[in-house]
Structure formats: C-alpha cells, structure tokens
C-alpha cells in the first residue's frame, strides 16, 4: 500500500515510520514543536515507538523532519495521540495537509472512526480539526496541565 503523499510544497508524508524514528528524535521535534515543550519525556516516547497498536508518521522538507504524528489504531478505529509541526513550518498549511493525508490513509485502512484531544485554548488547531469534520464529543475538565486547561475529545467519522 502506499503510504507517501507529496504537496506541492516539497513537502512528504510518510506513515507507519516507527522503525524510522527514534525516542530521542521525538522527543527533539516535539520540543520545538509545542509552546511549553515537549508533554512527553524521552522515555514515554520511547515506550510509544515499541508499543503494539501505536504507530507513527512524519512530515518530511528536503527529507528534514519537519512534523510528526502518533496514532493508535485498534479494530476499525484510530486515535491521535500527539501531532506536531515544527515551529518554522506553521501556519502555512502544512499540518493541515499533513491530517489530511492521515485521514485519506487511514480510509485506505478502512478506518471508520478517528478521535483526538485537544486544549480548548488551541483555537487555531481546533479550527482545523472542525474545517477537516472533527466534532467536539465530549470536555475532560483542567486535563492539562503547565498551564492548566481543558481537553476537547473530537471525534471523525470516515
């Protein structure tokens, strides 16, 4: 199956890419991806890349890391467990195409449904996850921490 999708902005996406990525190389784009760094430590994403139902995929610029995905699939549904693009590389659409060419992947996969989480502050990536179908299911109440603040569960169906 094919599992690469290319923009016109030489940008390609790559999934099912744990073999390809180590803990320490996570841990360094999800650094610099996030406002207050990485949520994870070296060792949580080390236990991510070995763990039976999670997978990853990447975003590639001139085949520099630029993103990243992490997803858990089981059965007919998937969740994304962390998601980032590289701070240099926002807002220009990238992640967007990036859930995008997810999405399309997991159809080709016959997924069915794909959850997330999201802080209610990320307005901007809300945004996107309501432009792409993602509805708000349900509030998990001060999830999150440093700062502090309540996780959105969204929901797609496929």
């Known amino acids: 199956m094919d599992n690469q999708r290319t923009t016109d902005r030489e940008i390609v996406f790559l999934f099912n890419q744990s073999s390809a990525l180590t803990e320490q190389e996570l841990y360094q784009l ?74 399309e992947y997991l159809k080709a996969k016959k997924i069915k449904k794909l959850f997330l989480e999201v802080r209610e502050q990320n307005k901007a990536a809300i945004t996107v996850y309501k432009k792409l179908g993602f509805e708000t299911i349900a509030v998990r109440k001060n999830y999150y921490h440093g700062p502090v603040d309540h996780a959105l569960i969204m929901q797609l169906s496929i």
Do not use: C, M
């Open 30 to 103: 999800a650094e610099n991806s996030y406002p207050n760094g990485s949520p994870w430590s070296v060792e949580i994403y080390k236990s991510e890349l070995t763990g039976t139902y999670n997978e990853y995929g990447i975003a590639l610029h001139k085949n520099k890391k630029i993103g990243f995905i992490g997803y858990t699939q089981l059965f007919d549904e998937a969740e994304i467990t962390t998601f980032g693009i590289l701070t240099p590389f926002k807002n220009q659409g990238i992640g967007q195409l990036f859930l995008r060419s997810f999405i």
